[in-house]
């Protein structure tokens, strides 16, 4: 749900920061805030991810496999990976 919001706000050059979710029975409310920013649109797709869990297992076990990396280009013209591991 939240990569939807992001998604839709991406589109109008803005961005959305998580506050709280909450979830009871059958409905879920997300509070957000949005700020309008260009540059923090392009990071968008960088703070997502999709998790891929076990069917087999009882317990959450789950891999995230993130959507891209985000790379800082140096001045010499070098790259390097943005997120640390």
Known sequence: ML???ET???R?????V???CVHMDFYVRLFVRVY????EVKKSASKQSIVYQCTGVT???GLLCPYSRSLLTLG????MN???V
């Open 18 to 20: 998580p506050l709280l």
């Open 82 to 84: 943005a997120h640390k």
């Open 36 to 39: 309008t920013s260009a540059n």
């Open 12 to 16: 109008y050059k803005r961005h959305i």
């Open 8 to 10: 839709h706000a991406n």
């Open 76 to 79: 010499c013209g070098a790259t």
């Open 59 to 61: 317990h959450i076990v």
């Open 3 to 5: 990569s939807c919001i």
